[in-house]
Nanobody, 125 residues
Framework: QVQLVESGGGSVQAGGSLRLSCAASGRTVSFYVMGWFRQAPGKEREFVAGISRGGGSTQYADSVKGRFTISRDNAKNTVYLQMGSLKPEDTAVYYC??????????????????WGQGTQVTVSS
């Protein structure tokens, strides 16, 4: 499995922006559909965004659509999540994940076999 390490988390005020990065090693990130998930305190882990192997297709949770953008640079073995117009309800640990299955499959966390350690994002009002 690919190894994933997230970075870029931090504390911001509501309305601010933050960019998360996911650096991959062990296998080229181009082998995988990539996704971002998040888990808030006391909540279940939820899907945030996904991107196809070549980066041509994306999928977003309704809660972040229009505010977040997922992208990838396969040459750098890195996936990004640009977060804008942040809200307090975006506060969570954000996880990068890799999915070896085909694009178009459901974006459930069970489909993602490799996970990073997570990076904390805190949005204050």
């Amino acid at each position: 499995q690919v190894q994933l390490v997230e970075s870029g988390g931090g504390s911001v005020q509501a309305g601010g922006s933050l960019r998360l990065s996911c650096a991959a090693s062990g296998r080229t990130v181009s082998f995988y559909v990539m996704g971002w998930f998040r888990q808030a305190p006391g909540k279940e882990r939820e899907f945030v965004a996904g991107i196809s192997r070549g980066g041509g297709s994306t999928q977003y949770a309704d809660s972040v659509k229009g505010r977040f953008t997922i992208s990838r640079d396969n040459a750098k073995n890195t996936v990004y999540l640009q977060m804008g117009s942040l809200k307090p309800e975006d506060t969570a640990v954000y996880y990068c994940a890799a999915n070896g299955g085909p694009w178009g499959a459901t974006m459930q966390d069970a489909a993602f076999g490799s996970w990073g350690q997570g990076t904390q994002v805190t949005v204050s009002s």
